[in-house]
């Protein structure tokens, strides 16, 4: 469960956009209104982020095992075992969209990959009692980075996750959103997606 890229690799930052069915419009659009993107695991080389500064859109990202120098990354990790510290590190509603892209925790913890994730490590000799252990920890940190999502994104903004999250809906109930929320899964065109059931998916989080 280490290695990050066994599931899902990186793409290149175009096909990350199509997965994340973000289009040319949207980004005319967050170029001209000069609306704020965060990345959430954008990886050692935030290539998505660089793509998007290219295209002269204002964007940052978050990953601890980030490479880039730059105030726009951050290399903060988001985790509930010590949310006051392990969390993102910007205020309440500063973004206007928010991606994630391959994040090796959200569908771990929020979607059928959970299952595959059990599987690898009982292969690697991983004692059942610790499989649960390890897939809960993660799943209680996907659930703070979702928390931490809403939190800094703006009224009338979106999260979008690539894979999707399709378990959030039994794994995270009404009581853990403090507004307003539309949560919907889309499916992503195949020619993009592996053979896994849970890359089928990319779920959007609507904050209302």
């Known amino acids: 469960m280490e290695n990050r890229s066994l599931l899902y690799p990186q793409h290149e930052p175009e096909i990350q956009l199509k997965l994340l069915g973000i289009s040319k419009k949207d980004l005319s659009e967050l170029r001209k209104r000069k609306l704020r993107v965060l990345d959430i695991g954008c990886g050692e080389e935030a290539r998505l982020v660089?793509?998007?500064?290219?295209?002269?859109?204002?964007?940052?990202?978050?990953?601890?095992?980030?490479?880039?120098?730059?105030?726009?990354?951050?290399?903060?990790?988001?985790?509930?075992?010590?949310?006051?510290?392990?969390?993102i590190p910007r205020q309440d509603k500063r973004y206007h969209l928010i991606l994630s892209h391959a994040n090796f925790v959200l569908p771990m913890g929020l979607s059928t990959c959970r299952n595959l994730g059990a599987k690898m490590?009982?292969?690697?000799?991983?004692?059942?009692?610790?499989?649960?252990?390890?897939?809960?920890?993660?799943?209680?940190d996907a659930q703070w980075t979702v928390l931490e999502a809403m939190r800094?994104?703006?009224?009338?903004?979106?999260?979008?996750?690539?894979?999707?999250?399709?378990?959030?809906?039994?794994?995270?109930g009404d009581d853990f959103?403090?507004?307003?929320?539309?949560?919907?899964?889309?499916?992503?065109?195949?020619?993009?997606?592996?053979?896994?059931?849970f890359m089928k998916n990319r779920t959007i989080i609507y904050k209302l």
């Open 121 to 140: 490590l009982a292969k690697k000799g991983e004692h059942p009692k610790n499989i649960g252990r390890r897939l809960d920890a993660v799943s209680l």
């Open 152 to 172: 800094t994104l703006k009224n009338q903004g979106r999260f979008v996750c690539y894979p999707g999250l399709t378990q959030i809906g039994e794994i995270m």
């Open 50 to 87: 660089q793509y998007l500064w290219e295209n002269g859109i204002e964007a940052e990202g978050i990953d601890p095992f980030a490479k880039i120098n730059s105030p726009n990354i951050m290399k903060s990790k988001i985790s509930q075992e010590n949310p006051e510290v392990e969390s």
């Open 177 to 197: 959103w403090e507004t307003p929320i539309k949560i919907v899964h889309e499916e992503v065109p195949s020619r993009y997606h592996q053979e896994h059931e």
